[in-house]
């Protein structure tokens, strides 16, 4: 199989989780050179990815695992990642015009003041944002595995997952350095399945963990009224 066969292996995975309702029917898959990797956007109602990344580090990937990336992307897109993302970006357009003026016109003590007041605020705003984020990545995790073990008979999503991350770490920690400089190291390599940032992303542990977390409280849970924030996965 070539490069441009399992990219169009790609495409019909893609429009299989569509016809069995797991990604939205009026949701593209973009190729996007802008993408460093794959990425849920739902402001453009798509899942980006670039082409080299995926023929770098997901070529030859079983079936599940492709399905397992393009549903943790669709999580992304259900949990409104794009508007999350752009927060900090407000914020900072908020908050400047506030405080440049003591920063002119304040003496000494004033800006000294303002100065603290915002980089306290800053930080505190920086960490809701941190945990927020690091939320969405374990929702995107569990929609994705919820979807695998109900729709694909996979009974230990956790490992899926846990063998698609490894794999990804040490594909890019083998990279020549000027493929490292250009894809900026694996906590940007990835930003759709690591988020870039060490302060929000999860450990690849953690992330396993509360997988196989989830699936085993639901198992208990069976024939029980579902958590408020658990996704609703037809079942086949």
Not at 17 to 34: D, S, T
Not at 41 to 68: H, K, M, V
Not at 70 to 98: D, T, W
């Amino acid at each position: 199989m070539d490069k441009a066969d399992d990219d169009s292996r790609l495409h019909r995975i893609f429009r299989e989780l569509q016809g069995k309702g797991l990604i939205g029917r009026e949701r593209r898959l973009v190729q996007c050179p802008f993408t460093p990797s794959a990425r849920g956007c739902p402001a453009l109602n798509c899942i980006r990815y670039r082409r080299a990344f995926y023929e770098r580090y997901l070529f030859g990937a079983s079936d599940d695992t492709l399905r397992f990336v393009l549903l943790h992307e669709e999580g992304h897109i259900r949990s409104g990642s794009s508007l999350l993302s752009a927060l900090p970006v407000l914020l900072a357009l908020m908050l400047l015009p506030a405080v440049l003026p003591f920063l002119q016109a304040g003496g000494p003590l004033v800006r000294f003041a303002s100065i603290a007041l915002l980089a306290v605020t800053v930080f505190s705003i920086y960490r809701i944002y941190c945990r927020r984020m690091c939320d969405e990545e374990f929702a995107a995790d569990r929609y994705a595995a919820e979807a695998m073990r109900r729709c694909y008979g996979v009974k230990d999503p956790g490992s899926l997952l846990q063998n698609l991350l490894t794999g990804l770490r040490v594909e890019a920690s083998a990279e020549p350095a000027p493929h490292r400089r250009t894809y900026g190291g694996l906590s940007r390599v990835i930003p759709g399945l690591f988020r870039p940032g060490p302060d929000y992303r999860p450990s690849i542990a953690d992330r396993v963990q509360k997988i196989r977390a989830g699936v085993s409280a639901d198992r208990l849970s069976s024939g029980r009224m579902r958590a408020p924030d658990t996704p609703v996965i037809p079942r086949e």
